[in-house]
């Protein structure tokens, strides 16, 4: 019944026609976006996990993918840029860490975007090894009094407000003295400085502290205890997309296949053997997320099985994407300025033109994926340690 009416929600709202966000230029999609993002509100179909009581609509986890699952599927956002952070990310968290006070506070105002938020947490000397944050933040006279620098802050330029992990204690091991602060970015002490990527365009952002403030009781759990914090705020991060990523690849992959495959004439064998890889690890995904799912639905914790998935997705886009140009070959190389619409994030938006330029721009993403939301290193550490349960390296 839910997802008959979600499909009926679609059907009345979209245009004839209508293949995916991605054939909109850049600022139909912002237009896009923000009407559709009203839409869902309207309709209690922004923060559908939340409780009632918190302007959410109190539904299972089942509803939850299943409005994921036939929104991707319809090619259109679950919100606006930004509710990455501030609805699966700080939202949950809020739910799951807060007090009651916080929740009463930030969760209506991350609904009514009075509120916009983005994540401080990777540093220049701490990107993946999250435990080695050095912005340390001070309680001063009932203040928190913010130092330090954080980097690869996504969509920190559209954001009013920052979820920011701190070392509040240096006497404790790594991973104790760290706190999880909720503080504004429109403030003296907040530098926001755009970082242009190999794309050319300006999506991250680092942030200076120079005694930024927040209030004493802007944290969210244990003082020196945001650790287990942060490591929920991630989780949700990933959430849904074990849901929802192979249907994404799997439009990627038949606009490759198009692409490579000529049906009036044979194809490279070696490039079909490829297609065929790409193809069955797109499976591979499917069965991997339809696991973590049945975790989720039954209230288990996904665990390093989020790494697993993390992985694996992240090794196929760069995988595609040289296929995709060695499929181009030359025509990559002059593909002019083409490239892929909008946001495009991890994967390229339904609609997205099948052209050389795409392609090209979508390889040249693509070199960071194995970096972003923790390298492959880490996460091949994390499923050897806790899935495998192979001892650690020596420190």
């Known amino acids: 019944m839910f997802r008959a009416r979600v499909r009926s929600l679609l059907a009345e709202n979209l245009p004839a ?8 230029s850049d600022r139909e999609q912002e237009e896009f976006r923000t009407r559709w993002r009203g839409l869902l509100h309207e309709n209690g179909l922004l923060a559908v996990g939340w409780p009632i009581e918190y302007g959410g609509s109190g539904l299972s986890p089942r509803e939850q993918l299943i409005l994921a699952e036939e929104c991707t599927t319809a090619g259109v956002p679950q919100g606006g840029l930004n509710d990455n952070f501030g609805v699966q990310m700080l939202g949950s968290t809020l739910l799951r860490w807060g007090t009651e006070e916080q929740r009463r506070y930030y969760l209506p105002r991350i609904l009514s975007q ?8 990777s540093e220049p000397e701490a990107g993946s090894d999250l435990a080695g944050i050095r912005t340390r933040a001070e309680l001063v006279e009932g203040r928190w009094v913010i ?3 954080k980097i690869w802050t996504s969509y920190g330029h559209l954001a009013t407000h920052i979820f920011v992990l701190c070392r509040t204690d240096s006497s404790v091991p790594p991973h104790r003295g760290i706190s999880l602060l909720l503080c504004a970015l429109d403030q003296p002490g907040i530098d926001l ?6 794309t050319g365009e300006a999506e991250f952002n680092e942030v200076f502290f120079t005694d930024a403030e927040c209030p004493a009781d802007a944290v969210v759990g244990p003082v020196n205890g945001g650790w287990p914090v942060a490591m929920s705020l991630l989780g949700f991060e990933r959430g849904e997309a074990v849901a929802t990523l192979a249907i994404r690849f799997r439009k990627d992959w038949e606009r490759l296949h ?3 495959v000529d049906p009036e004439g044979p194809t490279d064998p070696v490039i079909v053997e490829r297609l065929g890889r790409s193809r069955q690890r797109v499976e591979e995904l499917r069965c991997l ?3 973590a799912v049945d975790s989720w639905v039954a209230g288990r914790d996904i665990g390093a099985e989020s790494s697993l998935h993390k992985l694996f997705w992240s090794e196929w886009i760069q995988e595609t994407t040289e296929l995709a140009l060695d499929v181009l070959g030359m025509e990559a190389v002059t593909a002019g300025s083409d490239g892929l619409r909008g946001v495009s994030f991890p994967a390229a938006e339904a609609g997205t033109p099948n052209t050389a330029g795409t392609w090209a721009d979508y ?10 939301a923790g390298s492959s290193e880490i996460q091949r550490n994390i499923i050897a340690e806790r899935m495998l349960g192979l001892p650690r390296e020596p420190r």
Request: charged share 15%.
């Open 147 to 149: 130092n330090g620098q």
């Open 363 to 372: 390889f040249l993403r693509a070199r960071a994926a194995t970096i972003y």
């Open 193 to 198: 400085r755009p970082l242009r990527t190999l």
């Open 258 to 260: 198009h692409l490579a």
């Open 114 to 121: 009075q509120d916009i938020w983005c994540q401080g947490f």
């Open 17 to 24: 026609g209508w293949s995916g966000i991605g054939a909109l």
């Open 289 to 291: 997320g339809l696991r």
